[in-house]
């Protein structure tokens, strides 16, 4: 995520950090650098001048002026100005005090709307909330089918009228079968059109006319840049939405459409779908976005998904296994599968401060974890629960049947055998604690913003 932004930004900041004194020349200079990586980033022309002015005139203030760390001052103005730029706060999904409470999700053709209709269902469920969806993308071929096919993988019902071609009807009739059915929302997938035009700008009006929306998201791939801004300024001028979801944000690297569309639109943006997998769905908090793109990572976001990934029950038979020298293969496969369960590597990564330059250049292997697990399942049940097994000819059969070399097997057993020595480190309860110190109380998770 942002990858080709983070780094650029974290060369010119270094470079800030390293003035000793803060003048009008320097600043200029810095500005300059960073004028243009938000211009490669394809970020909004009049949003990227005010972003400058606004952080030139704070620099050169007195307070910075006369500072002791003048350099340090001018990044945190920087990170001020990148937060307030994406919106200062998190913004919650607002319901309504009718049952079902209505979300609309609107945007073009192939920004992902079907797909996030069922993420946004799936993360509501998780929240306490009893979601259905509405199938009113009634021109796409197998729209219907698709989104059938999701709310079944996330165990959501889906409301569709095959042969009704009206998709407020459909969304009338979605909300009856809600309330009879004690749901109390109704996630509504409208269609869209490669481009915008006037029949699908009416029915997405009457839709909201006829269903009068709690919230409407619009919905858009990040990876369009500008394109992506232009296409919510027209669609807001015509439907005045409530909020944005940026979809494909995993596999931005320029970050023009997540800097741009808040100060465009004016309208929070409430979701980003960082991967393929049904939750694989982020909240969007200004603060740790900010941090992410200047390579300061994004630390309360890791241990969040820490939290809901890794079970303290697990933690405490492991402990006990390690105690007695009884962690084996099939619990290195566990920690594995746990770890799978946060999400993609690349995302993880730009959560770890000063991971992205240290990465810099270097190809992330979002396959890795399948090919660990192709050579652990490639050992028999004494290979795994007994490691010190392992000799040559069984290492060369093991890499045979994973598809794998020598090489690579090799250097699992070494992963394995370190991973080993540093989680017995954490005997005596230390493996308990650490997983417990994981539920951080609110003091705490604030004082771990990066600013």
Avoid: W
């Amino acid at each position: 995520m942002f990858e080709d932004l983070t780094n650029k930004f974290e060369s010119v900041l270094k470079k800030i950090r390293g003035q000793g004194k803060i003048t009008e020349k320097n600043i200029e200079e810095s500005l300059r650098e960073v004028r243009r990586i938000l211009f490669d980033a394809d970020v909004n022309y009049k949003v990227v001048s005010k972003f400058i002015n606004d952080v030139k005139v704070k620099s050169l203030g007195q307070n910075v002026l006369n500072s002791i760390t003048p350099g340090h001052l001018v990044v945190k103005i920087i990170n001020d100005e990148l937060i307030s730029l994406m919106g200062s706060e998190k913004s919650d999904v607002k319901f309504s005090n009718s049952i079902p409470s209505v979300i609309m999700l609107v945007g073009l053709q192939g920004s992902g709307k079907t797909t996030l209709s069922a993420k946004i269902a799936g993360f509501l469920k998780s929240k306490g909330r009893s979601p259905v969806l509405a199938a009113c993308d009634i021109y796409r071929p197998a729209a219907i089918e698709q989104l059938k096919v999701l709310g079944k993988e996330i165990n959501i019902p889906v409301f569709s009228a095959e042969n009704e071609k009206n998709a407020v009807k459909i969304a009338e009739q979605a909300a009856d079968y809600a309330r009879k059915n004690a749901k109390d929302t109704l996630i509504i997938d409208t269609a869209g059109r490669l481009a915008i035009d006037e029949v699908m700008m009416n029915e997405v009006s009457a839709l909201k006319k006829a269903m009068n929306p709690a919230e409407i998201i619009f919905v858009v791939d990040s990876m369009t840049g500008q394109d992506a801004v232009n296409t919510a300024k027209t669609f807001h001028d015509k439907l005045d939405f409530d909020s944005i979801a940026l979809t494909k944000l995993d596999g931005d690297t320029k970050g023009g459409a997540a800097l741009s569309i808040r100060a465009v639109v004016d309208k929070p943006i409430k979701f980003v779908s960082v991967g393929e997998k049904l939750d694989a769905l982020e909240q969007f908090f200004p603060d740790r976005m900010a941090s992410r793109i200047l390579g300061m990572g994004d630390i309360v976001s890791l241990v969040e998904k820490a939290q809901e990934n890794f079970d303290l029950s697990e933690s405490e038979k492991l402990e006990e296994k390690l105690r007695k020298n009884k962690f084996d293969f099939n619990d290195f496969l566990d920690q594995l599968k746990q770890v799978k369960k946060m999400g993609s590597i690349s995302n993880l990564v730009s959560m770890i401060p000063g991971a992205s330059s240290a990465l810099k250049d270097k190809e992330i292997d979002e396959k890795v974890f399948t090919k660990l697990e192709a050579i652990i399942l490639s050992m028999t049940p004494l290979e795994r629960e007994t490691p010190n097994v392992l000799n040559g000819m069984r290492r060369r059969r093991i890499a045979n049947g994973s598809g794998t070399s020598i090489q690579e097997v090799n250097k699992l057993i070494k992963q394995f055998d370190d991973m080993k020595k540093m989680m017995r480190s954490f005997s005596h309860g230390k493996l308990r604690n650490l997983m417990k110190g994981l539920n951080l109380p609110p003091g705490m998770a604030k004082g771990l913003k990066l600013n």
